[in-house]
T-cell receptor, first 116, second 112 residues
Framework: ETGVTQTPRHLVMGMTNKKSLKCEQHLGHNAMYWYKQSAKKPLELMFV???????ENNSVPSRFSPECPNSSHLFLHLHTLQPEDSALYLCASSPQAQGGRGYGYTFGSGTRLTVV | SQKIEQNSEALNIQEGKTATLTCNYT??????LQWYRQDPGRGPVFLLL?????KEKRKERLKVTFDTTLKQSLFHITASQPADSATYLCALVNSNTGKLIFGQGTTLQVKP
């Protein structure tokens, strides 16, 4: 275990469903991130939260809705997804958001999402 | 446009040899560069960080170099083992935006 826990590990959902991905860390980190990893493509940064405040939305479609109730928990709410949204969704945390400090990220194992 | 390029072809080497992976970037001004290891079905694991004013960094069998003139980082694994087989990702922080951006990774296969 890395200290960042993601649930569920696998999720299959229809295009009309609503589901949520959960991420939890107890490392005392103040920054949390959502990344999307598709086959043969680099990790794509989706959202950044620093001290519970969203500081980055990387032009993500509104069918993805993040929520950060506290510095330890991060959610990604999904609704009316498309098959091309199928990917590995990774949560990560770091002591603070990047800004020249050089923190390595701690990643969870990801949620493998399949949209049918 | 901004690019981070890693060799998309898998690197196959014999156990005991040194593996060298390359990360090239264009149109970035990174404050530092990071290397991660990713195993199938798992998230990336942070390995090493090197800053723009550092030429070389070592950690056990790992060595990273950073040449801001060539816009390149090299990642070396000495005395490689089959357990080193994985995908290795480089990532850099754009000093202007503070974002951590990843390359697509290079898969290393170490054969016994």
């Amino acid at each position: 275990e890395t200290g960042v826990t993601q649930t569920p590990r696998h999720l299959v959902m229809g295009m009309t469903n609503k589901k949520s991905l959960k991420c939890e860390q107890h490392l005392g980190h103040n920054a949390m991130y959502w990344y999307k990893q598709s086959a043969k493509k680099p990790l794509e940064l989706m959202f950044v939260y620093n001290f519970k405040e969203q500081t980055e939305n990387n032009s993500v479609p509104s069918r993805f809705s993040p929520e950060c109730p506290n510095s330890s928990h991060l959610f990604l709410h999904l609704h009316t997804l498309q098959p091309e949204d199928s990917a590995l969704y990774l949560c990560a945390s770091s002591p603070q958001a990047q800004g020249g400090r050089g923190y390595g990220y701690t990643f969870g194992s990801g949620t493998r999402l399949t949209v049918v | 446009s901004q690019k981070i390029e890693q060799n998309s072809e898998a690197l196959n080497i014999q156990e005991g040899k040194t593996a060298t992976l390359t990360c090239n970037y264009t149109n970035y001004s990174p404050a530092y560069l990071q290397w991660y290891r990713q195993d199938p079905g798992r998230g990336p694991v942070f390995l090493l960080l090197i800053r723009e004013n550092e030429k070389e960094k070592r950690k056990e069998r790992l060595k990273v170099t950073f040449d801001t003139t060539l816009k390149q980082s090299l990642f070396h694994i000495t005395a490689s083992q089959p357990a080193d087989s994985a995908t290795y990702l480089c990532a850099l922080v754009n000093s202007n935006t503070g974002k951590l951006i990843f390359g697509q990774g290079t898969t290393l296969q170490v054969k016994p």
